[in-house]
C-alpha cells in the first residue's frame, strides 16, 4: 500500500505554511542524504543547512528561520520535527486489524471484548478482562483476569498483564513487556525470606508507549502509577509503588526502584538508575549512565559519568580514587604548613 | 473472595501476642496511611510512631518496643515485618489453580505431570518433563525436554525453562523469565567466532523465585547453581556456571558474569554487577551501580557510586579526573618542595 | 543419544596432531577437574599445568608449548580453546529437529517455508514471511510479516520478530528476544509526545547470535543492521539505525543508543553503554561498566570503572568528589604561593 499527499493537502491537514511548489507529491519521508523526489524531509537545527543544499529530497519541513534556505517545495512549521513526526504517521498509517477473534485466541469467562477489537492468534484473554473499541491484543498475548485496557490500545505481541492492571487508551506496548508482576518484596525471618503478597496493581494512563522487555511491577499494598503520556524505551524496569507522572520520557535500560516517585516532563537517559523511596521534581534530566541517590527537589540537569578514557590511563588515575579523602588531608596540610611558613618567611617579620 | 479472621485466630496461627479487643475482624492489609477499620497495618520501626497515632486500621501488628504505644487491637511480634507478610499471605491466598492439562496445551511424549498440577492454556510441556504436584505452569510457557520442576512451583504466564533443567519445590518465576538457554560462550578462530557448546544445565533450589524477564543461562560445562531460598528480582542477567549461594536476595537489572560464585545471605543492589571467576563471600552486600572487579572474601558492605550533582558541577569536577595522576604527582611536588623550604626556612638555621 | 570418537578420527576432522594413544576413545568434554575417562578436556594457558598433572581426563588438547607437559592421549593444536569448542560440538549436535509445521502453529497466507524448515508448536508465522532450509522456529516464536529468515537458524521458544525484517543463515536467537520492535523516538509538541513512526527495519547478517531477552528495535528510517558473525548474549538493549560491525561480540545488559555506529571485532563488556550518534572504530575493547561519551577513532581499550570498596571508606573517599574543582584550585594556589615563597627564601636574594 503507498499513500501520496500533495504539500498543500498535508497543510491542510497539519498546518504550517507551504512555500514553492505547492502540489509536490509526497509519498514517503526520509533523511535529507537519503531523500528521493516523491520523499520530504526535515531540517530541525539550522547547523544541518549543508545537507540541505545538497538533498535530492522532493520537499522539505523547515523552521521560520530556515525558510528561505532552500528552492524546494517546503513547509514551514513552529516545530519542524514534530512536524515530520505527524507527515511521517500520515504517509505510513499503521495497518488495519481486521476486528474479531482469532479462532485460536483462548477467551475466559466474562471477557468483554468490543466488537471492533482484534484479538490475535494464541492470545490469551483472562476471565472477566475488558478490551476497549478499536485496540488489538497481538499474538500470544497474555491478558490477566479483570484487566481493563481502554480504546485503540496496540499491544504487539507477547506481552503480558497480569490480573486486575488497569491501562488506559492509545496505549502501546512492545512484545516481551510484562506488566503487573509482583513487586520485589520480602521479609527476612529467622534466616528464611518470607514473601510479601504484592495486592496492589498497575495503574496506566492515556498515551502511554511501554518497549520491548520493559517491566513494571505491581504494588505491594498500593498501586503503582504511570501517568497519561509516559514514553518508556525498552528493558526499563519499574519496581512497585512508583509512580511516574504524566509526559516523562525514559531511555532503555533505566531502573527505578521501589515507592520513588518521578515527577512530569522529566528526562532520564539510558542505564540510569534512581533509587527507592525518592522523589523526583517536574522537569529534572537525569543523563545516561546516573544512579540518583537522594530526591531531587529542583528542575534542572544532573549527572553522575565517570569520564572513560584509555585503560592505561584509566588505572593510573583511578587507583587514586580509593586515596582521595588521604590526598585531601595532604593538601590541609601543605595548606597549613604553607600558612605557618608564610607568616615566618623574611617579608613578614 | 473475602477471607476475613479475627485476631486471636491470626496468633493463634502465626504465634504473637494479642494486645486489646482481640476478637476484632481483619480482612486485608494495608499502611498505616491508608488502612481502614477491616485493615491490619505495622509498625516496623519506632520513628513512624505519628503514624500510628493517626490511623485508621483497625489493628497493627508491632514490636515490643512499641506494644503500649497505641490503644488499637495489635499483635506483637519480635518481627512485626516479617509478622505482616505472614498475615497479608493469609488473607491474600493465591488464587487455586485447576488441577488439569487445558486442551490448548502441547504435552511432549513421555512428561510425567501430577495429576494434582495445573497446565493452563497454551503451555508447551517438552517430552519427557516432570511437573511436580499442585505446581501451575501458565499460560503459554515452555518446559523443555526432561526438565524436572518440583512441587507448589507457580510459573506465571510466558516462562522459559529449557531443556534438562533441574528446578525445586515452590519456585516462583514471573513472566518472560528464561531459564537454561545457552550461556556466551566463544572462541576466536582465525577471525570468526567458534561456539562453545553449553552441555550443562541450570539447577535451582527451593524455595526460589525469579522475577520477571530475568535470565539464567546454563552452564558451558559443569551447571549454573542457584541454591535454595535467593530471591532474584526482574531483569537479572545471571551467566554460565555462576553459583549463588543459599537465601541471598538481588535487586532488579543486576548482572553476574560467568563463573562466580556468590556467598549465602549476601546482599545486592540494584543494576550491580559482579565480574567473572570471582568468590563473594557469605553476608556481603553490594551497593546498587557498584561493579565488583575482585573477589570479597570478608563479609561487609561494598560500594562503588559515583556521587551525581547539578550537570554543571559535574561537568567542573569530572573534569579532572583524568587527570588525578598528574594531580598527585603535583602534590607530591609541592610536599617535597615545601620540605625544602621548611629545613632552609630562617627559623631551622 | 551418545556420540563417540577415537582421537585420530577428530584430527581427521578437525586437524591438530594426534600425540599419545591415538585409538584413545572419547564421548564427552569436560574440564581438567571434572573429567573422566572418557572424556576430553583442554589446557588454553600453561599456567594452569598443575591441573594437568592431575586431571583423570582420558585425553586432553593442548598447544604447541605444552604438548609434552603430559604423557596422556592429546591433540596439538595453535588454538586449544577454540579446537574444544570444535570437538565439543561434534561430540554435542543439536538434536535434529523434524522437519515440518505443527498442526498448532499458524501459518499466514503466502509464508514460503522450506520442506526442510522445522515450525514448533504455538508459534506464528505472518503473512509473506520466508523461512530458509533447515531452519527451526521455536514454541511460541512470532515471526512478523513478510520476515526473511535464511537458512539454517534456529530461533528458540518464544522469539518474536517484527514485521520485515531480515535475518541471515545460521541465525541463533534465544528466547525471548525481541527483534524489530519501535525505536524510541518522540518529539515534543505543546506539552505532548509525538510518535515518530518507525519505518525503517532491523537487518541481520550471517553466523549471528542473539542472547535470551535482547532487544534490537528497528530503524526510525534506514534501517539497523548487525553485520556478519555478531555475537550478542542476554539483555542488551540496542537502539534504532545502530550499526554493528562484522564479528564484535557484546556481554550481556550493554545498552547502545540510536544511531551509533560500532567496528568490527570489538569486544564490549557486561553493562557497558554508548550513547548514540558516535562511531566506533574497529578492533575497540570497551571495560564492563563503562559508558562512551564520545566517538573512539583508535582501536584500544577503554575503561571507565568506578573502584569498588568497603562502604565506609568509599563514603569518605566520595564525598570530595563533588568537590574536586575546588581542591584542584587549592592546589593550584599552593603551587602560586610556594613559588612566590621559593622567590623570596633567603637563598634566592
Redesign the interface.
Known amino acids: 500500500m503507498t499513500v501520496s499527499y500533495r504539500l498543500s493537502e498535508i497543510a491542510a491537514q497539519l498546518g504550517g505554511r507551504v512555500l514553492g511548489h505547492a502540489e509536490a507529491c509526497i509519498s ?4 535529507l542524504e ?1 531523500a528521493q523526489s516523491a520523499q520530504i524531509s526535515f531540517l530541525a537545527n539550522s547547523k544541518y543547512r549543508a545537507q540541505l543544499a545538497s538533498t535530492r529530497a522532493g520537499a522539505v519541513i523547515l523552521g521560520e528561520a530556515d525558510a528561505d534556505a532552500t528552492a524546494l517545495p517546503r513547509i514551514v512549521s513552529d ?1 519542524p ?2 512536524y ?3 507527515v ?2 500520515l504517509l ?1 498509517p499503521l495497518p488495519e486489524a481486521k476486528p474479531g477473534i ?1 479462532p ?1 485466541a ?1 477467551i475466559g469467562a466474562g471477557a468483554k471484548i468490543d466488537a471492533s477489537a482484534s484479538i ?3 492470545a ?1 484473554i483472562g476471565a472477566g478482562a475488558t478490551i476497549g473499541a478499536s485496540s488489538v491484543i ?3 498475548c ?1 491478558i490477566g ?1 479483570n484487566v481493563i485496557i481502554g480504546s485503540h490500545a496496540r499491544l ?3 506481552v ?1 498483564i ?1 490480573h486486575d492492571c488497569v491501562l488506559g487508551n492509545n496505549l ?1 506496548a ?3 513487556a ?1 506488566i503487573g ?2 513487586g ?14 504484592q ?1 496492589g496493581c498497575v495503574v496506566i494512563g492515556n ?1 502511554v ?1 511501554i ?3 520493559t ?1 513494571i ?1 505491581r504494588g505491594a ?2 498501586d503503582t502509577v504511570i501517568e497519561d ?1 509516559v ?1 518508556l ?3 526499563i ?1 519499574i ?1 512497585h509503588n512508583v509512580r511516574i507522572g504524566a ?1 516523562t ?1 525514559i ?3 533505566v ?1 527505578i ?1 521501589g515507592s520513588t516517585t518521578i515527577g512530569r516532563y522529566c528526562l532520564i537517559g ?2 540510569a ?1 534512581i ?1 527507592g523511596h525518592l522523589e523526583i521534581a517536574d522537569h529534572v ?9 537522594k530526591s531531587i527537589r529542583k528542575a ?26 588521604e ?2 588531608q ?2 590541609k596540610k ?2 597549613q ?2 600558612e605557618l ?2 607568616r ?4 613578614n ?1
Not at 534530566?285 to 541517590?293: C, D, P
Not at 534542572?300 to 565517570?306: K, M, N, R, V
Request: charged share 20%; with cysteine.
Open positions: 514517503q519521508v526520509a533523511t537519503t516545530n520535527y514534530a515530520f513526526a505527524k511521517s504517521a505510513n482469532h485460536s483462548v490475535a492468534a494464541l490469551v497481538g499474538e500470544g497474555y483476569e504487539y505481541p507477547r503480558v497480569y502501546i512492545h512484545s516481551g510484562v508482576a509482583d520485589f518484596g520480602i521479609a527476612m525471618d529467622e534466616g528464611h525470606w518470607v514473601k510479601i503478597p495486592i498515551d508507549e518497549g520491548a522487555n517491566t511491577d499494598l498500593d503520556g514514553k524505551d525498552n528493558q524496569q519496581a509526559h520520557a531511555a532503555g535500560c531502573g526502584a539510558g542505564s538508575g533509587l534530566e537525569i543523563a545516561a549512565f546516573t544512579l540518583i541517590g534542572g540537569s544532573y549527572a553522575a559519568i565517570f569520564p572513560f578514557s584509555k585503560s592505561e590511563e584509566w588505572r593510573k588515575n583511578t587507583v587514586h580514587l580509593r586515596h582521595l579523602d590526598l585531601v595532604r593538601i601543605l595548606e604548613e604553607l611558613l608564610k615566618t618567611a623574611p617579608g617579620r
